[in-house]
């Protein structure tokens, strides 16, 4: 009886042992993706990492999410980005603060065997395999339609913008831009870049609307650049006669456009950029990178108080969300 008990027992240890033998390989069969955001702190970077979270737990990968507390932080990129190297990321899924700037460590990553994949703000090197994120160039024609096709006569526009270096903030004006003169009923009477944070937003466009009173319509190309433009008209009492368009949606901005102080919200796809972003490093990392295209354009639209309420434009407005622990 003894004897087989023993036995019992060496079984039973074999399994542990062969069970925890499996479970360390297939840990290590895990593939270690780094996402580097422009930010940690807006309701639309939420939902991208919801996105990535999701994905992630599709593909078995193991996932680190980083950035920096500001938009114009790219030194903190670069670091975090060399950082994520160095702890073993495989791939590095990234938006770039600055399009020239944040290029070395993009290419310091990749000579180190790295897979890059960037969303939703483009980098200066040739070691990204695909882009997914917004046309950006279209996107900012979308927001200068959305404007000419709701205000008469003549507009007098004014433009909040971001980083300077921001590839996909200086591609939305440039759509925006061109398209306003196209029209031949539209002149750019100013063009700020702000913070991307919603108070110097504020602050910028009370100054930019009390340097420039003739200005109708207001567009403003992310969500704290939206949030402070809104504030802004707000705090001047100008919601009847200042038509903004905004990017992206948040409770204010998405309140706003209930009560007037903002027109239209071009409403991009965050949650699309973070799947797709940790799915294309994980198809890079498992052989399958011939599939991918070059440029994927992830969905857009423009919601406004007429199509507030139906069911797609609640499905884009309200996207899921992941905090960070």
């Known amino acids: 009886m003894k004897g087989s008990k023993r036995a019992a027992l060496g079984v039973v240890l074999a399994l542990c042992c062969l069970c925890a033998c499996s479970s360390k390989g297939i840990s290590a069969s895990r593939h270690s993706v780094a996402l580097v955001a422009k930010s940690t702190q807006t309701e639309f970077w939420l939902s991208v990492f919801a996105g990535a979270e999701a994905a992630a737990t599709e593909y078995n990968l193991d996932l680190s999410i980083m950035g920096p507390e500001t938009e114009e932080d790219f030194e903190t990129q670069n670091r975090m980005v060399a950082q994520a190297v160095e702890d073993g990321a495989e791939a590095v899924v990234f938006s770039a603060i600055d399009f020239e700037n944040n290029a070395s460590a993009i290419d310091e990553a990749s000579q180190k065997g790295v897979s890059i994949v960037a969303i939703d703000s483009s980098v200066d090197s040739q070691a990204v395999s695909t882009y997914i994120g917004t046309d950006n160039y279209a996107a900012g024609r979308m927001a200068a339609q959305a404007a000419l096709d709701r205000v008469d006569g003549d507009l007098e526009v004014g433009i909040v913008n971001y980083d300077i270096s921001s590839a996909n903030g200086q591609e939305r004006e440039r759509g925006a831009v061109d398209l306003l003169k196209e029209s ?24 930019l609307l009390e340097e420039n009173p003739q200005i109708n319509v207001l567009l403003a190309f992310n969500e704290p650049t939206s949030v402070g433009a809104a504030w802004a008209v707000e705090d001047l009492d100008r919601s009847e006669d200042i038509f903004l368009v905004g990017f992206d949606s948040n409770v204010i901005t998405v309140d706003g456009l209930q009560e007037g102080s903002v027109d239209a919200l071009v409403v991009q796809n965050p949650y699309a950029m973070g799947y797709l972003g940790v799915e294309s490093a994980y198809k890079l990392l498992s052989g399958q990178g011939g599939s991918l295209e070059s440029t994927v354009d992830t969905s857009t639209q423009i919601v406004d108080r007429e199509n507030l309420f139906t069911m797609d434009s609640q499905k884009a407005l309200f996207a899921f969300e992941q905090h960070l622990n």
């Open 184 to 207: 031949g009923r539209a002149n750019v009477a100013a063009v700020i870049n702000t913070l991307a944070q919603a108070e110097s937003a504020r602050e910028d466009t009370i100054a």
